[in-house]
């Protein structure tokens, strides 16, 4: 765990993430830390004092389950474990409701911060990922909520974050790699992505969310390391 928060803070120090991940928990701290009228229970994050579990699966990864703890009505942390066809991953996930702007809208953002003991398809080297997303979320009628969502991907070898391997990051129009290993070994792409959920009960729910990877308004090529440039999610979610 040490590691993680090692790699993360390198991450932010060489502001290789998104500025605006950083304006949103900066600027959102003292309303997350305080109580609200909470949004409901749903399939993204629990309420203050409740948990979550979620199972997920999909594209890249065969499966990821989720156990997330509500710090408030407007702030969780889960903890990650899953796996692609290949390459096993843990981490964190944060989770926040940054406005509330009526009953039936909110703005939410989500962050998983993952990391890679052995990325086999990678040359074998840990590495880290992370993928933070503002998303506006409408809720229906019926319960079922829809929404439409903008993030971006980053990954990156621990070796490269930590300053222990010369790498160049890859560009829209050129594959620059590592001199030193023929190979990326870090990289940034931006998603968007549109999602759906139905409350299946008061505590069960469904949610499934597609978000194409792209490199600007691209779809991103083969610098993308994880197959299809798409991050597909089917999951189930279960409040405690």
Known sequence: MKTLFKI?????????WPAFAILVIISNIQAISQPSSHYGDDY??????RSLISLNTGIP???????????????SVGLLYGYTPIVLGYG?????LVAHPSPTTAILFKA???YYPHAKNLGGDPWVLAWPSLS???????GHRIWFGMGAVGASCVDALLGLKKTNSVNTKTENKSEDEGE??????????????????????????????????KL?????????????????SYTL
């Open 8 to 16: 993360l803070k390198n991450v932010c120090l060489q502001g290789h």
């Open 220 to 236: 991103a090529g083969s610098d993308w390391i994880a197959g299809p440039p798409v991050i597909i999610t089917l999951g189930l």
């Open 92 to 96: 964190l996930k944060i989770k926040a």
């Open 61 to 75: 990864y065969i499966g990821i389950g989720e156990f997330s703890y509500g710090v408030s009505d407007r702030f």
């Open 112 to 114: 998983p911060l993952l």
């Open 184 to 217: 990326i070994m870090k990289a940034v792409w931006n998603t968007i992505s549109v999602g759906y959920s139905m409350p299946w009960s008061k505590r069960l729910f469904g949610s499934l969310e597609v978000s194409p990877v792209l490199k600007g308004l």
């Open 136 to 142: 506006f979320e409408k809720k229906l009628e019926s």
């Open 44 to 49: 993204l994050k629990p309420r203050r004092g």
